[in-house]
């Protein structure tokens, strides 16, 4: 029986090496000198340091562009509220991974809208979606791209 996941996955290693070219931007960008701005990654978590708000909101242009570049979504991006204390300002980015429990329901419940003949099933932070025609998963697959979700999907493991 033909099936495929659905999936919301990032490239950390991508994520990496764009935090490391924001980084060496950061630091030679004269508008930065002699600043203590920097991005730190800690798992899934970014935390941009700089001296004031306005700093913040460039270092984040400058890691979205980054980012960008590195053909990282930027939906699975969760932007923090800027934190100012007596000699700096903190940020913190999440990168969001998985497909939540919730956004899995919505994927079924507009999959079960079509009344297309596929079953879909949750399977941790996942959804699997199998069908007996092959033209029926191209046919959600359709339908799940052109529809706005809260996170970035991908599909893969595509089986006959």
């Known amino acids: 029986m033909p099936s495929f996941d659905v999936v919301s996955r990032v490239d950390m290693h991508e994520v990496t090496n764009a935090i490391d070219q924001a980084n060496r931007e950061v630091t030679n960008r004269f508008d930065f ?8 990654r800690q798992e899934s978590t970014i935390t941009l340091h700089a001296s004031s708000k306005f700093q913040l909101k ?30 700096g300002a903190r940020q913190t980015v999440t ?15 507009r999959i079960k809208e079509t ?5 879909a ?10 069908g007996k025609k092959k033209d029926d998963l191209q046919q959600v697959i359709a339908l ?14 595509f089986r006959d």
Request: contains cysteine.
């Open 58 to 87: 460039q270092m984040l242009d400058v890691l979205e562009g980054k980012l960008a570049k590195r053909h990282v979504d930027l939906g699975c991006l969760l932007v923090g509220e800027a934190e100012e204390s007596g000699k």
């Open 95 to 109: 990168i969001r991974q998985g497909i939540e429990t919730d956004l899995a329901r919505q994927i079924i419940k």
């Open 115 to 119: 009344k297309l003949k596929v079953q």
């Open 144 to 157: 799940l791209k052109e529809q706005e979700w809260d996170m970035p999907l991908q599909f893969e493991n």
């Open 33 to 40: 000198k002699g600043t203590d701005s920097r991005f730190e």
């Open 121 to 130: 099933s949750i399977q941790g932070e996942k959804v699997r979606i199998s």
